[in-house]
């Protein structure tokens, strides 16, 4: 059985993990902590959490709970922070999306669990998703050649539209302006919250190749601090990618797709792969069949279908999590993220950083 605690409840899919650990058969929630009390009644309820494994200071939950693995959603820039203050414990831990608030922190993050003998798993959601798979096993399998471009179009409504378990609830402009994701010091942004997912899914479609140099261009409401869209051109030795992140789609991609459709599309020398989240299928187009198909998505093992099955088999079984759940590739990801953040500032095309 492994014993696992959630700590800091800054981000909604907290609620999101805890439900997956709570019906995992080998799991059980031996502690959940936030320095607000109030952020947990919801967690408290869903899952008849005892009062004795709920804590509001990280050192008793961390030295009473003594768990396993710890799943941690704070705001973005406390990512490095948070892994550095439970790393020492000897534990697993699970951080949710994005990797770091700068590659500064990622790397922070990686000495922090160097030496424990643990892992680190970096969630993105969009991993889980079938159709995402599916592209990525036919890509290896060579069926369009050398990849040469992806394309990745990403977001949603806006993160205030959402709560755990995805139950809704309309923002306001004071809402945003109070709430961390729109704040510049803890990372917030939609750059920051989503060009994660297409520069390391990105990654991990390129086999590892990184992009030589960046340009990124936001922009964002009269009144925030932060961009709630941004696009993104990476430049590669063998040619030209494109991010972009968007809150304030007219709909939510896992409800309705809007427009355009939220994804990627993989172009190869022998063809394409137009893979949108969360459909049943994807579209391939190939020399063989230029008019192009519809291919049904693999369906996902049980045991690797979600982030809390995948990585307790993954310590169960003592391999490192990979692709993008890896902190190498999610590094790579995150290089990107931060030079595209730095051309928007400066306004100009920039080297990869670090």
Same mark, same amino acid.
Not at 74 to 96: D, F, Q
Not at 163 to 168: P, R, S, V
Not at 229 to 258: C, I, N
Not at 308 to 327: H, M, N, T
């Given at each position: 059985?492994?014993?696992?605690?959630?700590?800091?409840?800054?981000?909604?899919?907290?609620?999101?993990?805890?439900?997956?650990?709570?019906?995992?058969?080998?799991?059980?929630?031996?502690?959940?902590?936030?320095?607000?009390?109030?952020?947990?009644?919801?967690?408290?309820?869903?899952?008849?959490?005892?009062?004795?494994?709920?804590?509001?200071?990280?050192?008793?939950?961390?030295?009473?709970?003594?768990?396993?693995?710890?799943?941690?959603?704070?705001?973005?820039?406390?990512?490095?922070?948070?892994?550095?203050?439970?790393?020492?414990?000897?534990?697993?831990?699970?951080?949710?999306?994005?990797?770091?608030?700068?590659?500064?922190?990622?790397?922070r993050m990686i000495a922090a669990m160097e030496g424990?003998?643990?892992?680190?798993?970096?969630?993105?959601?969009?991993?889980?998703?079938?159709?995402?798979?599916?592209?990525?096993?036919? %890509?290896?399998?060579? =069926?369009?050649?050398?990849?040469?471009?992806?394309?990745? *179009?990403? /977001?949603? #409504?806006? $993160? &205030?539209?959402?709560?755990?378990?995805?139950?809704?609830?309309?923002?306001?402009?004071?809402?945003?302006?109070?709430?961390?994701?729109?704040?510049?010091?803890?990372?917030?942004?939609? %750059?920051?919250?989503? =060009?994660?997912?297409?520069?390391?899914?990105?990654?991990? *479609?390129? /086999?590892? #190749?990184? $992009? &030589?140099?960046?340009?990124?261009?936001?922009?964002?409401?009269?009144?925030?601090?932060?961009?709630?869209?941004?696009?993104?051109?990476?430049?590669?030795?063998?040619?030209?990618?494109?991010?972009e992140t968007r809150w304030g789609t007219f709909t939510?991609?896992?409800?309705?797709?809007?427009?355009?459709?939220?994804?990627?599309?993989?172009?190869?020398?022998?063809?394409?792969?137009a893979s949108w989240d969360y459909d049943s299928h994807?579209?391939?187009?190939?020399?063989?069949?230029?008019?192009?198909?519809?291919?049904?998505?693999?369906?996902?093992?049980?045991?690797?279908?979600?982030?809390?099955?995948?990585?307790?088999?993954?310590?169960?079984?003592?391999?490192?999590?990979?692709?993008?759940?890896?902190?190498?590739?999610?590094?790579?990801?995150?290089?990107?993220?931060?030079?595209?953040?730095?051309?928007?500032?400066?306004?100009?095309?920039?080297?990869?950083?670090?």
């Amino acid at each position: 059985m492994i014993r696992l605690a959630g700590i800091n409840f800054d981000h909604m899919h907290m609620g999101d993990l805890l439900r997956l650990a709570h019906n995992h058969p080998e799991v059980e929630i031996v502690g959940i902590c936030d320095a607000d009390p109030a952020r947990m009644v919801e967690a408290i309820e869903n899952f008849d959490i005892p009062d004795d494994k709920v804590f509001t200071d990280i050192e008793s939950c961390m030295e009473l709970a003594q768990p396993d693995l710890v799943l941690l959603c704070p705001a973005t820039g406390l990512h490095a922070e948070y892994v550095e203050k439970v790393a020492p414990y000897g534990v697993h831990v699970l951080v949710e999306k994005p990797f770091a608030g700068s590659l500064e922190d990622a790397d922070r993050m990686i000495a922090a669990m160097e030496g424990t003998g643990k892992f680190m798993m970096i969630n993105w959601p969009l991993r889980w998703v079938p159709g995402h798979v599916t592209a990525k096993r036919l %890509l290896d399998e060579g =069926l369009i050649g050398e990849l040469l471009e992806v394309h990745y *179009y990403d /977001g949603n #409504r806006g $993160p &205030l539209w959402h709560g755990a378990d995805k139950i809704e609830q309309e923002p306001t402009l004071e809402r945003k302006q109070a709430s961390w994701f729109y704040k510049a010091e803890s990372a917030g942004g939609s %750059l920051q919250d989503y =060009l994660g997912y297409g520069s390391t899914l990105g990654t991990w *479609y390129q /086999g590892g #190749r990184a $992009p &030589l140099e960046i340009c990124c261009m936001t922009a964002g409401r009269p009144g925030l601090e932060v961009d709630e869209h941004s696009v993104t051109v990476a430049r590669y030795a063998h040619g030209l990618s494109k991010f972009e992140t968007r809150w304030g789609t007219f709909t939510d991609p896992w409800t309705h797709q809007p427009s355009p459709k939220c994804g990627f599309v993989l172009s190869g020398s022998d063809g394409s792969i137009a893979s949108w989240d969360y459909d049943s299928h994807i579209r391939v187009q190939t020399r063989a069949n230029p008019a192009g198909e519809e291919i049904p998505v693999d369906e996902l093992a049980a045991e690797v279908g979600d982030a809390i099955s995948y990585f307790v088999d993954c310590i169960q079984k003592q391999r490192a999590p990979e692709g993008p759940l890896s902190p190498e590739i999610a590094r790579i990801g995150q290089q990107i993220v931060d030079t595209a953040a730095e051309s928007a500032r400066q306004g100009k095309t920039l080297p990869l950083k670090g």
